[in-house]
């Protein structure tokens, strides 16, 4: 469980990454969290969810420029977008 205490920090302060560093955001993060949006386990995802959530209140669309095109509809859903 200490990876999800890892995932409850950063979102805690995603929204202040994205302000202020989008680029780290999309070229780093997001590969790191599509990969993570195909585990299985709930825990995960939820928290997976609420990453990109914050992230998306802060990036709007344009957390979708670095996102290859096949795993946009992956992240939309995860979203509910």
Do not use: C, R, Y
């Given at each position: 469980m200490k990876e999800l205490t890892h995932w409850w920090n950063l979102i805690e302060i995603a929204e202040d990454i994205a302000q202020n560093n989008p680029l780290i955001v999309t070229k780093t993060l997001i590969p790191s969290v599509i990969k993570l949006?195909?585990?299985?386990?709930?825990?995960?995802?939820?928290?997976?969810?609420?990453?990109?959530?914050?992230?998306?209140?802060?990036?709007?669309?344009?957390?979708?420029?670095?996102?290859?095109?096949?795993?946009?509809?992956?992240?939309k859903d995860a979203l509910g977008v």
């Open positions: 949006l195909d585990e299985n386990k709930a825990e995960i995802k939820f928290s997976i969810q609420k990453l990109l959530t914050a992230l998306h209140s802060v990036m709007k669309n344009k957390l979708f420029e670095g996102i290859p095109t096949n795993k946009v509809k992956l992240v």
